[in-house]
């Protein structure tokens, strides 16, 4: 075999503490190394030009580059093999950047690292073989998760792309956080008027089904042809009969149930349908406040429901969709401000969150509009703001900006000023970012034309006094302390990852941050595409985003989608496990672990074998380390490749 | 088998707060807690060590754990013990701070033996409201403060740092409020619970401390309470001993008692206000508990 290496500069990245001249110098020393060389950036046209030259020049049967993680480029090199006419499985990556150049500084000792790790690549490459990718047919249907801002963009889209598309929300109605918003910024627009015809859209196209209130159970399968399992939550009312006339609601005697829609501000009755525009406009029952179900009496929802729709014996149902691409939209959850104990949430009645006060300020709220304090239902005249509230504070554990609080802090200034001329808000920030289009005029705006009093320090205590409340904080511009009398607190709560995320990600089998938001595959490259192959993600539950960006990335991941479906056929990998009949004994040990019930039992010649199911088969090399015998291989990762890359590193 | 503290009074212990010792120790040995005073003990630094020099602070508080140490070699101890949350703050404070080995050999050289500090260190407020419980507290009340209006004040460090101190919730604290509802006391709500007197300020800058304890009087007043409960002696003797001096500098006219919890303890287990050495207060109680008594009567 020809071997060749190139040893990446990728300009001081690598080159400035790894001798690269060295370590290709070395590398000509390995077995069947014919060809090494060390190049400026092995990525770049000439770079990859460099590459085929030297195949077509030396007779390479193979190639190792050494340079960055695989996750940047392997795709990339593999490529220009193919150019230059090799098979290109005949190709192993030596990371000696993020393994080597980026992690120390010792010279000497990263140029030895980086030759091991070439060596290691070497004997690897010698017992690599062509592989050769089969096709296989993809179901070109998408499954969207979370019927928010973000989801119901994709899930339009993708509809009007022609495909088949379930929706899936958790929720008993669309609209995520932006259906509780009063009003946007910068534009002061009526969300609901500009989210509700979207909504509307989405219940009257063809192409999408909808399951509101509905989980997602399992995930199984791979791109082009998952199959994901879905738990319909019982609503207890049959939606098919249900009309959303609404009598139900008015005859239920339980109206002190806590109003999720309305941020727990609100009472509702235990039968509701969760605001006017919601989609689908169908009465769900709340299992925890219905009399009938926890007590066994009442059914007055049942006796005057006209259409006969009320089944208190429903039960969840489990239904599967066969999908070939799932987007994430699952959104994000507000902090929990009662982890500020200074600021007396949740002891103190008019100490809300920044989303209660968007209920009331909205007409379809709890107030119809008027802002009243929790307390007693007065009118407010002094209102404190605190920005930051989970945000940007690593003693509480969320050290990110969640980016959109300043802005809605400045529109609700700005709201409050429309309701009431004669109040005043007071803010309390870190400091404004406010970096989108329009976005620092409209803070601006807030404090010279409303009169907002911006004041940049944090808020060290809020304390009852006479029936208002002193907010005690510093204003680090003055270098003074001050304390504000106000009748009502608005807490701008920070973004955090939607409850369940974790564990939705495991389900999809994709990466999540530390904080539980989903990562993208590449944070510049590949913002809306996941490390699984299929799945993409849109809006928030990447990271804290405001309307016009998600917005913006439901579209993204919609494109995705379709540029995906575009092809009847997709490759299959495969690096995948293959059984060595001969050798197997039928003891099914690979069976039983496979996570992916990739391996079935078969009968060859009156004995039982096992046979890898290659279109399921993830290539994560499970059944290789279970089977006694070293039957079962897994391609292009066999025992012999493993053990040739330990020999090269400690014989 | 009742539980057995090594027990440090503190300085102010054996002076300004006297009453708060006696009465601590009456109580604790009502409710069947054990105290040892640890034998030859020497200040903690209180509040100025600390702000000085930390190996100093800490060899001060080093030394009395070192003759905790000894104790523990001769009887089992549950942990040690103070009434006061400052000297609680240095013991926690300085044993949190020997986890670090190179400053515990420094502290280990100038004590001049081995620090082991590896007994719990509680507040006595602690200890009775956590492990002796709220209903041991009720029984004992055989004479429950039926009608006193009070409101607990903890004061600025008995909860804070949270993370050294390791007892209540730092922003709104309970367990006094629990102790003294126990003891049949009505408690008001006072936001102020936690905040700062001033401290030891008082002897350098007083303008700050009859602001800060001004404040701290005038909440309770608006709150309708007839008396402040302290659990720690700097926060007692500001706002008690220097009423006088508050109200001249914040033209009010407070007259509210101020108590140290064990000694309400005491009375309500019917000890009388000599053995609680009432006596010691400088806002005489005298007037309030003989209503109290009258109000008690009348609710019987």
């Known amino acids: 075999m020809n071997i060749g290496v190139f040893v990446c500069h990728c300009g001081s990245n690598i080159a400035g503490n790894v001798d690269t001249e060295a370590v290709a110098k070395a590398a000509l020393g390995f077995p069947e190394v014919v060809f090494a060389t060390d190049t400026m950036y092995a990525c770049s046209e000439p770079g990859q030009a460099g590459i085929i030259e030297a195949v077509e020049k030396y007779n390479l049967d193979g190639v190792v580059v050494a340079s960055c993680t695989p996750r940047m480029h392997e795709a990339t090199f593999r490529r220009t093999l193919e150019r230059a006419g090799l098979n290109k499985y005949m190709f192993e990556m030596a990371n000696i950047r993020e393994h080597v150049s980026w992690i120390g500084k010792d010279m000497e000792a990263n140029t030895n690292k980086a030759v091991d790790l070439v060596h290691i690549a070497v004997e690897k490459l010698r017992r690599d073989e062509s592989l050769v990718a089969g096709e296989f047919e993809i179901n070109k249907r998408v499954m969207v998760i979370g019927g928010g801002v973000a989801g119901i963009q994709a899930a339009l889209d993708c509809a009007d792309g022609g495909l088949e598309v379930i929706l899936v929300e958790r929720e008993p109605s669309i609209g995520g956080k932006m259906s509780k918003l009063d009003k946007t910024f910068p534009t002061v627009d009526c969300s609901s008027c500009i989210l509700g015809p979207r909504m509307v859209d989405i219940a009257q196209h063809p192409n999408i089904t909808l399951y509101t209130l509905s989980e997602i159970e399992s995930v199984e399968g791979f791109v082009g042809n998952f199959n994901v399992t879905v738990r319909r939550k019982a609503a207890y009312v049959d939606w098919d009969a249900c009309t959303g006339c609404g009598e139900c609601t008015t005859k239920c005697p339980s109206k002190k149930t806590p109003d999720r829609f309305n941020e727990f501000i609100g009472k509702t009755t235990a039968i509701n349908i969760p605001f006017p525009q919601a989609i689908p406009k169908k009465a769900s029952i709340n299992a925890s406040a219905c009399i009938k179900l926890t007590k066994g009496k009442c059914g007055a929802c049942e006796t005057i429901c006209p259409t006969g729709a009320i089944r208190f014996d429903q039960q969840d149902e489990l239904i599967t969709e066969p999908v070939g691409a799932i987007i994430a939209a699952t959104g994000y959850d507000l902090f929990d401000f009662t982890k500020y104990g200074e600021y007396g949430g949740g002891r103190y009645p008019d100490v809300i969150t920044s989303m209660q006060y968007e209920r009331l300020l909205s007409a379809s709220g709890p107030t119809e509009g008027h802002i009243k304090r929790p307390s007693d239902g007065a009118e407010p005249k002094d209102i404190v703001f605190i920005q930051c509230v989970g945000s940007r504070d690593k003693s509480i554990g969320r050290p990110y900006c969640s980016g959109f609080c300043c802005m809605y802090t400045a529109k609700q200034t700005i709201l409050t000023k429309d309701h009431m001329p004669d109040s005043q808000s007071y803010v309390f920030y870190m400091d404004i970012r406010a970096p989108g289009k329009n976005y620092d005029e409209f803070t601006r705006r807030a404090m010279e034309e409303y009169g907002a009093r911006y004041i940049r320090g944090r808020v060290s205590a809020i304390q009852p006094k006479n029936g208002r409340y002193l907010v005690k904080g510093a204003d680090t511009l003055m270098g003074d302390q001050v304390e504000i009398e106000a009748d009502l607190i608005v807490l701008a709560v920070g973004a955090e990852a939607s409850k369940g995320a974790a564990e939705l990600a495991e389900k999809l089998r994709i990466s999540y941050d530390p904080y539980g938001f989903f990562m993208e595959g590449h944070p510049k490259l590949k913002p809306v595409e996941t490390n699984t192959a299929g799945i993409y993600l849109a809006g928030s539950c990447q990271g804290p985003k405001d309307i016009p960006s998600s917005v913006a990335q439901g579209d993204a991941a919609a494109a995705k989608v379709l540029a995906l479906f575009s092809k009847d056929k997709l490759a299959s990998d495969p690096q995948v496990s293959a059984v060595k009949l001969m050798r197997c004994i039928g003891c099914g040990k690979c069976e039983s672990v496979c996570p992916f019930g990739a391996i079935e039992m078969i009968e060859f010649r009156g004995m039982p074998k096992a046979s890898v199911i290659e279109t399921v088969c993830q290539g994560c090399g499970v059944c290789t380390a279970a089977c006694p015998q070293g039957a079962v291989q897994l391609r292009h990762f066999t025992d012999n490749q493993i053990l040739a890359e330990v020999n090269a590193l400690c014989l | ?300």
């Not at chain 2, 515990?104 to 081995?114: A, I, K, L, P």
């Not at chain 2, 590896?118 to 200890?127: A, E, G």
């Not at chain 2, 030891?200 to 007083?206: C, D």
């Not at chain 2, 000599?274 to 806002?283: G, H, N, P, R």
Request: overall charge negative.
């Open chain 2, 1 to 300: 088998m009742s539980p057995c503290y090594a027990y440090y009074p503190g300085c102010s212990g054996l002076g300004t707060s006297l009453e708060y010792d006696t009465s601590t120790r009456a109580m604790c040995e009502r409710l069947g807690i054990e105290l040892v005073e640890i034998p030859d003990w020497n200040c903690c630094g209180s509040t100025p060590a600390h702000a000085v020099d930390h190996l100093l602070s800490a060899s001060l508080v080093g030394r009395n754990l070192a003759i905790a140490d000894n104790m523990a070699e001769e009887r089992e101890l549950a942990g040690i013990i103070t009434p006061c949350p400052s000297c609680l703050k240095n013991l926690k404070t300085t044993q949190h701070r020997l986890s670090n080995p190179e400053f515990r050999s420094e502290v280990e050289r100038v004590v001049g033996r081995t620090v082991r500090a590896d007994l719990p260190i509680k507040s006595v407020l602690q200890v009775v409201v956590e492990d002796m419980g709220m209903d041991v507290l009720a029984n004992l009340a055989s004479a429950p403060l039926k009608g006193l209006r009070v409101v607990p004040y903890y004061g600025c460090i008995m909860v804070r740092p949270p993370q050294i101190m390791q007892f209540d919730d730092p922003d709104n604290p309970m367990a006094l409020d629990n102790l003294l509802t126990a003891l049949g006391a009505e408690v008001l709500p006072f936001a102020l619970k936690t905040d700062c007197c001033g401290a030891s300020l008082a002897t350098t800058r007083q303008d700050v401390v009859t602001r800060l304890s001004g404040r701290i009087l005038d909440a309770a007043a608006a709150a309708g309470a007839d008396a402040v409960v302290a659990a720690c002696p700097m926060c007692q003797m500001n706002l008690d001993m220097r009423q006088a001096q508050i109200n001249r500098a914040n033209h009010s006219s407070h007259n509210i008692p101020v108590f140290y919890y064990s000694q309400l303890a005491g009375l309500a287990a019917g000890q009388g206000e000599v053995s609680t050495m009432m006596d010691k207060l400088c806002v005489s109680p005298r007037a309030l508990l003989a209503s109290l008594a009258a109000r008690a009567g009348e609710g019987a």
